[in-house]
Structures are given as structure tokens and as C-alpha cells.
């Protein structure tokens, strides 16, 4: 079946580093990609997207790209901020507006 | 443009008992749907709802159910509430497309006692 694995966490980093978090999936056919966000206490918001091979979600210095070959969305921004500690979810759907997720990765960001 | 609205926010229930929780999406956007996060099992998917109808179903016992009305808003039902049940219960809302996104709502944090 269709399935997504993230890197486990939590990722600590200091202010202004390069955050990567790994992202792969298995799906038959070509599902839609996306990256959420979970601040605490909150529920989710997307933070990007993508739809077909080679699209590069973006949105808030955040980008992911999809990589069919390596069936891999991998989440990077250039220069992390406090703000930005949170829970990162990958997920796909296929053909349903069912969500698949991944385990979620604890980002915490230190000044 | 007004969120997806969950309530209550906030839930304790005894073991047994039954709740319902309720989910209004964003305007326009027909399809509605539920999932389950807790700590172990991560973020799992209970039902979708389409235009009244459910069109897809999770992984989960029959005490678990929903439904929607003709204005979309959504609500589901726990019958018979185990400990295992407490978890935070999110709504997301889409215009019901395939591969489109979902918008959430903060959710119901359910705990059974």
C-alpha cells in the first residue's frame, strides 16, 4: 500500500542553519506530495505542495522538490528561525482526498 | 474567509460513555474529513465525507462513526469510549477534488477517563 517514512527527530538546530528533513514514500502511480505544519496546541496548516514530477513546492523559505526517481520530497530551508519550531508532517494522497502520513519530525530551533 | 471550526475543543469523558464532535468547513468546500493523531499511532484517517455521503473509510471499529449534512458541516461519533480513544481529533476540510489540499482545524482534544 501507500506509505510515507520521515527521518525521526527531534532535529535541533540553532538560528539561522540549514535544515533538511528527509522524506520518501511508496505509492503506485504518481501521488500528490505535500508538507505540513503543526505549531503546539494547534491543528495542521500546509506549508507546500506538489503535484507531478519535478514540481518545487515553496512558501515561507521553505521548498521541497519531487523527486520521482527517488520517490523523495525532501523539506530544506536555508536559514531556520525560532519560529519555526514545530512538528513537520510529509503526506501524499492518490486519486482520494485521503492523507497519508508520515510520523511527524520535531524541528526545535535555539537562538 | 472563515477556518474550519471544530468544537468543543476540549473533552474529558468517562470510559463507556459516548461523544460527539463537530467540524464546520470552509465555505464552499464540500468534502470533509477526520483523522486521529495520538502519540503512538501518529495521524490516521477515520472517514471522508462527500455531499452527505461517505466516501472513503479508515481502519477503525464501528464504534466510530459520522456523518454530514446538507450544509457540509460534519459530525462524528465515539460510542462506548475505551482509554485508548483519547487522542486529538482532527477535521480537515477540501473542495473535495482529487489530490487537492485539505485545510485543518485546531481539534478536539478527547480525553477518556
Known amino acids: 500500500g501507500n506509505s510515507v517514512t520521515q527521518m525521526e527527530g527531534p532535529v535541533t538546530l540553532s538560528e539561522e542553519a540549514f535544515l533538511t528533513i528527509n522524506c520518501t514514500y511508496t505509492?503506485?502511480?504518481?501521488?500528490?506530495l505535500f508538507w505540513y505544519v503543526q505549531y503546539p496546541g494547534e491543528g495542521l496548516q500546509l506549508l507546500l505542495k506538489?503535484?507531478?514530477?519535478?514540481d518545487k513546492g515553496s512558501n515561507k523559505g521553505f521548498e521541497a522538490t519531487y523527486r520521482k526517481e527517488t520517490t523523495s520530497f525532501h523539506l530544506e530551508k536555508g536559514s531556520v528561525q525560532v519560529s519555526d519550531s514545530a512538528v513537520y508532517f510529509c503526506?501524499?494522497?492518490?486519486?482520494?482526498?485521503?492523507?497519508?502520513f508520515g510520523t511527524g519530525t520535531r524541528l526545535q530551533v535555539f537562538p | 474567509k472563515a477556518g474550519v471550526t471544530q468544537t468543543p475543543r476540549y473533552l474529558i469523558k468517562t470510559r463507556g460513555q459516548q461523544v460527539t464532535l463537530s467540524c464546520s468547513p470552509i465555505?464552499?468546500?464540500?468534502?470533509v474529513s477526520w483523522y486521529q493523531q495520538t502519540p503512538g499511532q501518529g495521524l490516521q484517517f477515520l472517514f471522508e465525507?462527500?455531499?452527505?455521503?461517505?466516501?472513503n473509510k479508515g481502519n477503525f471499529p464501528g464504534r466510530f462513526s459520522g456523518r454530514q449534512f446538507s450544509n457540509s458541516r460534519s459530525e462524528m461519533n465515539v460510542s462506548t469510549l475505551e482509554l485508548g480513544d483519547s487522542a486529538l481529533y482532527l477535521c480537515?476540510?477540501?473542495?473535495?477534488?482529487?489530490?487537492?489540499?485539505?485545510?485543518f482545524g485546531q481539534g478536539t482534544r478527547l480525553t477518556v477517563v
Open positions: 503526506a501524499l494522497t492518490y486519486n482520494t482526498d485521503k492523507l497519508i
Open positions: 465525507y462527500f455531499s452527505e455521503t461517505q466516501r
Open positions: 465555505s464552499g468546500h464540500r468534502s
Open positions: 505509492a503506485t502511480g504518481y501521488p500528490s
Open positions: 506538489a503535484t507531478k514530477a519535478d
Open positions: 480537515a476540510s477540501s473542495l473535495g477534488r482529487a489530490n487537492t489540499e485539505a485545510f
